[in-house]
């Protein structure tokens, strides 16, 4: 499963970036605002610091706007990923883009028919929203895994993105559920790599060697 990060900071897309651990950048109109930038600008420093796959959302809402405007983001950087809502009109925007050879991520998947109709039109990614669905008493990850496994059973080869992404349990069920990449913020990316024992462990050791050498 591919580690994305979910966020427009530069900042935090650096610090991840150094792991050598971070395969993508997922952004969203909110997380843009956040940042007080140019968005183009913005999309394309992300896309210099991160080669993998860069999402960066439409905001028109008709079919003629989308595409106008999906159609400029693809030609931002050449790993850009052009992100619609899984409306009918982000639907028929993905399916004409999709066959233009632009790489489209179709985000606010709620149900694996949502996610059928992103695969038919074409999607490269579609993004299941795991703690939006948990936030109504719903099993978000559930969601993840049953698309997957649907999309396994179709032969279809849009990628599972999961996206919504709260606690680093949720990124274990995605994996676990067959996901093809997992979009995070970055606190939750942080989580994924701390464990006291870890801690404990390297402390211990550090001071064993440090007293070994202090008595040679
Ligand atoms: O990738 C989608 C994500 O940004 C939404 O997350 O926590 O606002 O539901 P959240």
């Given at each position: 499963?591919?580690l994305f990060?979910d966020?427009a900071?530069?900042?935090e897309?650096q610090e991840?970036?150094?792991?050598?651990v971070?395969?993508g950048?997922?952004?969203n109109?909110?997380?843009?605002?956040?940042?007080?930038?140019d968005?183009?600008?913005?999309v394309q420093?992300?896309c210099?610091i991160?080669s993998?796959?860069?999402?960066?959302?439409?905001?028109s809402?008709?079919l003629e706007g989308m595409?106008?405007?999906?159609r400029?983001?693809?030609?931002w950087?050449?790993?850009?990923?052009?992100?619609?809502?899984?409306?009918?009109a982000?639907?028929?925007?993905c399916?004409?883009?999709?066959?233009?050879?632009?790489k489209?991520?179709v985000?606010?998947c709620?149900s694996v028919?949502?996610?059928?109709?992103?695969?038919?039109?074409g999607?490269?990614?579609v993004?299941?929203?795991?703690?939006?669905l948990d936030?109504?008493n719903?099993?978000?990850?559930?969601?993840?895994?049953?698309?997957?496994?649907?999309?396994?059973?179709?032969?279809?080869?849009?990628?599972v993105l999961a996206a919504s992404?709260?606690t680093p349990m949720?990124?274990?069920q995605?994996a676990?559920?067959g996901?093809?990449?997992c979009t995070m913020?970055?606190k939750?990316?942080?989580q994924?790599?701390s464990?006291p024992?870890?801690?404990a462990?390297?402390?211990k050791?550090?001071a064993d060697?440090?007293?070994a050498?202090a008595a040679?």
């Amino acid at each position: 499963m591919q580690l994305f990060l979910d966020t427009a900071n530069l900042d935090e897309i650096q610090e991840i970036a150094a792991w050598g651990v971070l395969d993508g950048i997922t952004t969203n109109p909110s997380l843009v605002v956040k940042e007080k930038r140019d968005f183009k600008k913005l999309v394309q420093e992300i896309c210099k610091i991160v080669s993998g796959p860069v999402s960066a959302e439409c905001v028109s809402e008709d079919l003629e706007g989308m595409l106008k405007e999906g159609r400029d983001i693809a030609t931002w950087a050449e790993n850009v990923v052009v992100k619609v809502p899984l409306t009918p009109a982000g639907l028929g925007a993905c399916k004409q883009m999709s066959k233009d050879g632009i790489k489209v991520n179709v985000t606010l998947c709620f149900s694996v028919n949502q996610a059928l109709l992103a695969a038919r039109a074409g999607a490269y990614f579609v993004s299941p929203f795991v703690g939006r669905l948990d936030d109504i008493n719903q099993d978000g990850s559930d969601l993840v895994s049953q698309i997957a496994e649907m999309y396994h059973i179709q032969a279809l080869d849009t990628q599972v993105l999961a996206a919504s992404i709260r606690t680093p349990m949720h990124v274990q069920q995605a994996a676990l559920g067959g996901a093809d990449a997992c979009t995070m913020p970055f606190k939750v990316f942080k989580q994924l790599v701390s464990h006291p024992l870890t801690d404990a462990g390297l402390e211990k050791f550090l001071a064993d060697w440090k007293s070994a050498k202090a008595a040679v």
